[in-house]
Antibody, heavy 120, light 107 residues
Framework: EVQLVESGGGLVQPGGSLRLSCAAS????????MDWVRQAPGKGLEWVGR??????????EYAASVKGRFSISRDDSKNSLYLQMNSLKTEDTAVYYC???????????WGQGTLVTVSS | DIQMTQSPSSLSASVGDRVTITCRAS??????LAWFQQKPGKAPKSLIY???SLQSGVPSKFSGSGSGTDFTLTISSLQPEDFATYYC?????????FGGGTKVEIK
């Protein structure tokens, strides 16, 4: 069974940093691109970014709203995905979901999410 | 960026009704379109990919159609567990973008 479990959320002040983790199990993690998607309270879904697999040089893509502030990485030996968030703004407050990209390009599995609150 | 526009933003329907949700892309995305269901306080669930292919385990009452810029999600006979918010997403090009969502409520 595919499982994605996020952790690391919490309360952080504007301008601060936070690192989210996503532990994957039930599939060959290294074979898949991985995404982060967020959802502000009461709002819709917003794609944050993607990291490709080793065969694609672990290259990344980001939404304009986070580019230059957020960084996605992965450790295939630990079946783990990370989201390093710097220079956080109040508008980054959201539930952050880790998601797996399926073999045909779509997101096929989601984690349960972790809440990040940016507030003074 | 490709804009995804869903309509309606909300609808009220009764158990047993046939429901159709529309998603329009601001430019052609061939069939790189997915649909997700989200219930309150829960993570999204993947329903459909490639515009019309059902994810494993998704019941056949859900169906998708369309290509290019215009897509639909249809629920053939609405059941209590189907009341949720539905999102479309294009994965033709970066940045990936979602529609604003359609909330399906009980009439």
């Amino acid at each position: 069974e595919v499982q994605l479990v996020e952790s690391g959320g919490g309360l952080v002040q504007p301008g601060g940093s936070l690192r989210l983790s996503c532990a994957a199990s039930g599939f060959t993690f290294s074979d898949h691109y991985m995404d982060w998607v967020r959802q502000a309270p009461g709002k819709g879904l917003e794609w944050v970014g993607r990291i490709r697999k080793k065969a694609n040089s672990y290259t990344t893509e980001y939404a304009a709203s986070v580019k230059g502030r957020f960084s996605i990485s992965r450790d295939d030996s630990k079946n783990s995905l990370y989201l390093q968030m710097n220079s956080l703004k109040t508008e980054d407050t959201a539930v952050y979901y880790c998601a797996r990209r399926g073999s045909t390009g779509e997101i096929d599995y989601w984690g349960q999410g972790t809440l990040v609150t940016v507030s003074s | 960026d490709i804009q995804m526009t869903q309509s309606p933003s909300s609808l009220s329907a009764s158990v047993g009704d046939r429901v159709t949700i529309t998603c329009r892309a601001s430019q052609g995305i061939t069939n790189y379109l997915a649909w997700f269901q989200q219930k309150p306080g829960k993570a999204p669930k993947s329903l459909i990919y490639a515009a019309s292919s059902l994810q494993s385990g998704v019941p056949s009452k859900f169906s998708g159609s369309g290509s290019g810029t215009d897509f639909t999600l249809t629920i053939s006979s609405l059941q209590p567990e189907d009341f949720a918010t539905y999102y479309c997403q294009q994965y033709n090009s970066y940045p990936l973008t979602f529609g604003g969502g359609t909330k399906v409520e009980i009439k």
